[in-house]
T-cell receptor
Framework: NAGVTQTPKFQVLKTGQSMTLQCAQDMNHEYMSWYRQDPGMGLRLIHYSVGAGITDQGEVPNGYNVSRSTTEDFPLRLLSAAPSQTSVYFC???????????FGSGTQLSVL | GDSVTQMEGPVTLSEEAFLTINCTYT??????LFWYVQYPGEGLQLLLKATKADDKGSNKGFEATYRKETTSFHLEKGSVQVSDSAVYFC?????????????FGTGTRLTIIP
């Protein structure tokens, strides 16, 4: 079972570059979300989606865009990367907002 | 708003020692409480949960009891193993409709030495 698949695993960007972190799940989950993990701060919610065509902001949405055109995919876009966006990013999904979350293995992003 | 406070790490224990990782929370109503574990190089996995006061969640020898009176959900294990080395996150999900998002603590890194 693939579960939640994130790509790439590692990425280095220069300030001002743009890129998309990919997230796909094969469990037919309605709820998908993106978190960033920073030392001493735990996980913070960036954006989430409760179904195809529906997205909403989390705790730290600035500098990130998302879209949900299909149930399976939930890409996270960095429009103009900044050093403050250096972090580990996790995608997660669940059947519903009150259900168990399944996490991907993460993307380690460095912005120079 | 909702918040979760975990004990500072890192925590280093010898194999077969008793483990406690403290977690307290602030939230309105009766949130659901969770412990997630992150093994090296992997994403988080749900370890255990409790959805109402006095519930005890348990899994893989770990236990945590939902204490409403002390707003706590401390994680315990009677005899830890090297394979328990990981980062442990306490989390809560708000009780109010429209506030179902998870709020995580900062994580506690646990290292077990043989």
């Amino acid at each position: 079972n693939a579960g939640v698949t994130q790509t790439p695993k590692f990425q280095v960007l220069k300030t001002g570059q743009s890129m998309t972190l990919q997230c796909a799940q094969d469990m037919n989950h309605e709820y998908m979300s993106w978190y960033r993990q920073d030392p001493g701060m735990g996980l913070r919610l960036i954006h989430y989606s409760v179904g195809a065509g529906i997205t909403d902001q989390g705790e730290v949405p600035n500098g990130y865009n998302v879209s949900r055109s299909t149930t399976e995919d939930f890409p996270l876009r960095l429009l103009s990367a900044a050093p403050s966006q250096t972090s580990v990013y996790f995608c997660a999904s669940s059947r519903g907002t009150n259900e168990k979350l399944f996490f991907g293995s993460g993307t380690q992003l460095s912005v120079l | 708003g909702d918040s979760v406070t975990q004990m500072e790490g890192p925590v280093t224990l010898s194999e077969e020692a008793f483990l406690t990782i403290n977690c307290t929370y602030t939230a309105t109503g009766y949130p659901s409480l969770f412990w997630y574990v992150q093994y090296p190089g992997e994403g988080l996995q749900l370890l255990l949960k409790a959805t109402k006061a006095d519930d005890k969640g348990s899994n893989k020898g770990f236990e945590a009891t939902y204490r409403k009176e002390t707003t706590s959900f401390h994680l315990e294990k009677g005899s830890v193993q090297v394979s328990d080395s990981a980062v442990y996150f306490c989390a809560l999900r708000g009780a109010n409709f429209g506030n179902e998002k998870l709020t995580f603590g900062t994580g506690t890194r646990l290292t077990i030495i043989p």
